[in-house]
Structure formats: C-alpha cells, structure tokens
C-alpha cells in the first residue's frame, strides 16, 4: 500500500518518489519490478547513489553531481547502468568475488561447472556485459554521508552472501533492497544464497522496527504497523515450499523431475529460459537441503528424494 506519509513535517511518500531534505528515492520503471529496481539519492549539490537502474533518464539526470556509486550486491537489475558514472564504486565485502569480473561471478552465482554455463557465457558476449570495477568495500555498520543525511550499512544475507541494506537513521527509514515483500516471496537462486540467512535477515529486520521500510521492487513502502504481518506473511512462504516439496515427495524424484514440474516459478513463459531454470534449480536443491537436515525426506541410492 502506498499512502502520503509525512514524518516529521518532512518526508513525503508518493506513488513515484519519495522526497526530504537531502533524500530521494526514485520508483522504477514498470513499478520496480525486474529488471529494474528502486534506486536511492541522498545528498543535494552533491550525491551518493544506491542501485542505479530506476529509469535511464532520471539516471542520467544526477550522474554527473555522483560522487559516490553504491551496489547492495551484484545482480544485474541493480547494477545495469554503471557504465555511466564516473566516480567511485563501493559494494559489500561479501560480494567481491561476483565483483572481480564474469569468471567471478560465474563462481559466486554458481553457474560455473553448471549445465548452463555454455550459454550464460554466450549470453553475456552477445550483449558485452561487463562487471562495474570496484575498489572500495564496506562492511556492516560502515556509514556514508553527504549533508545532513547518513547511510548506514545493514547487512541482510541470504539473497545473496553480501546483500545488504542501508538504514537513514534520520528518518527512522530501512532501504532493504531484494528483501522485497513481494509475492514471489524470498528468492535464494544463486550457489551463495541461503534460506537460513534469509530467515534470520528477516528476525534482524523485525528487531530493528524501522518506521519505514523501502524495498527494491514493487512493494515500495512498508510501514511500521504492518511489517510484522508484512514479515510473517512473506517467510511463510518458504514454509510453504517446503510443504508443496513434502507432498511432491510422496514418491520418489530427482531434482530435474521436479525442474520440471516447475514448482517455484509456475508454468509460466519464463520457464523456457535457461537463467530461471538454473535458478529455481538452485532453490530446489536448497530446499532438498533443508528438508534432509530436518530428517523430513531422504536421497535413495539413485539419487533421488522422497519423504520419510
């Protein structure tokens, strides 16, 4: 839900941006939804930016006062148009294997060694993706400020292993990127992404009772009175891919038996593209996992799974 919001006489929340002294946070295009994302300015003459893929034009509107370039992590639809700054990058210090270039990325996401590496690889050629060229890491609690408003570094894994966030303390306000609320529910499709840090990201968030939360994608604002719903709601649903796995293992199946079934992302047009089928591959296998971890399912000799 998106309302006018005021806090403290100053922070005002439209469908479109949201606007304070020394903060703006741009919607993207399409509502934020992939492939573009929400992104963050704080500071006036001069600014930092957060995740710069809102819209082009309203990018290339502030690259030239950019003085600093931050990536909440690595994925494309957070980092797509790097290319048109000229000053310094900064990304979390998890991440900086994904951030060395396309070998390390290719290691980070997993692909590497995949059935589908030939492709990605072909992929990326074919569009002359490169990775930004990052110096500079933070680290949880780092701080970044220009004027009167501060970012503070919030790491919250399971995304991705360096995904982070960025409170505005001045505003009581928790930008959480791709923890995102939306229906989908939490995404963990890379090899370094993880249910159980995406579980507890999702505690740290609750103990921080933030007065606003903004994410990356499509939900936009959360506000204090219905995030712990907003929480509870959006960690069930990884409970209950684990139940819709539970019941699919009634018999026996292999993980490509189960690609195929396409449990997580559904039987839509998308499922025809390799990228989502490695992706929801790797999130198959992390609930395979957990689900033998907790001594609910186990692997027969010929490697498959099926429920105890």
Known sequence: ?????????????????????????????NTGRY?????????????????????????????????????????????RYHQLFHCEFYAPAPDRLAFSGIEGLAQHTGILGSPYETQWFKRLESRSWRMPEVHNFYKDGDSFSLGSVTLQVVHLPGHTKGHS?????????????????????????????????????LE???????????????????????????????????????????????????????????????????KNDFMINFMEAQMIEKHMQRLLKKGLIEKTGDGRYVRK
């Open 35 to 79: 492939p573009y994302c929400n992104t963050l300015v704080i500071g006036e003459d001069r600014v930092v930016v957060v995740d710069p893929h809102s819209s082009r034009s309203a990018i290339e509107a502030i690259t030239s006062r950019t003085e600093m370039l931050l990536f909440t992590h690595y994925h494309t639809d957070h980092i």
């Open 204 to 270: 740290k968030i609750r103990q921080m009772s933030p007065r606003y939360v903004v994410t990356a994608h499509e939900r936009w604002v959360v506000y204090a009175e219905e995030l712990e719903e907003e929480i509870r709601r959006y960690q069930n649903i990884i409970q209950q891919r684990d139940e819709m796995f539970l019941e699919l293992l009634k018999k026996p199946m292999d993980l490509n038996s189960l690609l195929n079934l396409h449990p997580i992302y559904g039987k839509s047009g998308m």
């Open 165 to 201: 966030g960025f409170l505005i303390p001045e505003y009581n306000l928790l930008f959480t990127a791709d923890v995102d609320f939306t229906d989908f529910g939490p995404w963990y499709g890379n090899a370094c992404s993880s249910i159980e840090d995406f579980i507890a990201t």
């Open 1 to 29: 839900m998106c309302r006018t919001a005021v806090h403290n006489g100053e922070l005002i929340i439209s469908e479109e941006k949201i606007e304070a002294p020394g903060l703006l946070i741009l919607r993207g295009d």
